[in-house]
């Protein structure tokens, strides 16, 4: 199995660069900044360089660019940012070669309600978002019978060592459980 993971706003970093490594397989970060290794300081200045430079539908079509290629039985870990482009272009792409979609957070689907899953989706919400009802969207979404949701225990950005929201028993709980 190959795995492609798909960044947050923060694109690849060395914590994201590290978290893939732990998979043991052949693997591809997909970033919104080329695949240029991101020093981030602030995670306010580094969203709106993520807005400056890709944006949110533009992470989507470079997403569905790269989706369509994958030639290989594939799983796409999305975060954020990522894993909202990724919900999005699983449904576009319809690549028979994507098995399925893990997506940490991913707080923009809420403005896809609409996608029809063509693949079995996880989709693992933070505890609570500032700009929407988690429980409102998994409500939502979860009514397709690819989809499983949960809400874990931890704020957005858990899985991410430099987010404000990082949570060390978070990344180490579903670190271990994709691994399992």
């Known amino acids: 199995m190959k795995y492609i993971f798909v960044s947050d706003i923060f ?14 397989a052949e693997h591809r970060i997909i970033d919104p900044y080329n695949g240029q290794l991101q020093t981030v300081v602030d995670e306010p200045i580094q969203y709106a360089h ?7 539908d533009g992470y989507f079509h470079k997403l569905n660019s790269i989706l369509t290629k994958v030639s290989e039985s594939t799983t796409v870990i999305g975060f954020s940012a990522g894993g909202a482009a990724a919900w999005r272009s699983v ?13 940490f957070y991913p707080s923009q689907i809420r403005h896809h309600l609409d996608v029809a899953a063509p693949i079995p989706c996880e989709i693992i919400f933070p505890r609570q978002e500032p700009h929407f009802d988690v429980y409102t969207v998994m409500e ?8 499983t949701c949960k809400v874990s225990d931890y704020q957005h950005g858990f899985m991410n ?3 404000a929201g990082f949570n060390s028993a978070g990344y180490q709980y579903f670190s271990q459980y ?3």
């Open 11 to 24: 694109g690849k970093t060395a914590p994201l660069s590290h978290f893939a490594r732990q998979f043991n």
């Open 50 to 56: 993520f807005i400056d430079k890709c944006d949110h």
């Open 91 to 103: 449904a576009k792409v319809k690549n028979p070669h994507i098995k399925k979609l893990i997506a």
């Open 140 to 147: 939502k979404v979860s009514t397709q019978h690819k989809i």
């Open 161 to 163: 060592p430099l987010s």
């Open 178 to 180: 994709l691994l399992a």
